[in-house]
């Protein structure tokens, strides 16, 4: 019983920078592990980053490594996806998505709720 509502998106040059939001609501959002996918036109979706529900550690893509931050803040029930040094490569739809179980974060089955998705469009 966890809605996710994405927003932040848009469209970027390469090398620019944008920053995603994940807004939730419902029960206990600080026990939830976040985590932000995507998927791109003709392809699967992509594990991009995630969190813990403490904030204390981080998982990440090595397409994303050194370029894309997640943090989180649950005072504003908000998880947030810094990304810069952009490529057109990192266009897509992306997706938050929370988990209860705080473990195998790098898989779409670890996540129990997902939003809808914001699109980022990189223009070279």
């Known amino acids: 019983q966890v809605q996710l509502v994405e927003s932040g998106g848009g469209l970027v040059q390469a090398g620019g920078s944008l920053k995603l939001s994940c807004a939730a609501s419902?029960?206990?959002?600080?026990?939830?592990?976040m985590g932000w996918f995507r998927q791109a036109p003709g392809k699967e979706r992509e594990f991009v980053v995630a969190?813990?529900?403490?904030?204390?550690?981080?998982y990440r893509a090595n397409s994303v490594k050194g370029r894309f931050t997640i943090s989180r803040d649950n005072a504003k029930n908000t998880v947030y996806l810094q990304m810069n040094s952009l490529n057109p490569e990192d266009t897509a739809v992306y997706y938050c998505?929370?988990?209860?179980?705080?473990?195998?974060?790098?898989?779409?089955?670890?996540?129990?709720?997902w939003g809808q998705g914001t699109q980022v469009t990189v223009s070279s």
């Open positions: 419902g029960r206990t959002f600080s026990s939830y592990a």
């Open positions: 998505a929370a988990g209860a179980n705080g473990s195998r974060l790098g898989i779409s089955s670890a996540y129990d709720y």
């Open positions: 969190i813990n529900w403490s904030g204390g550690s981080t």
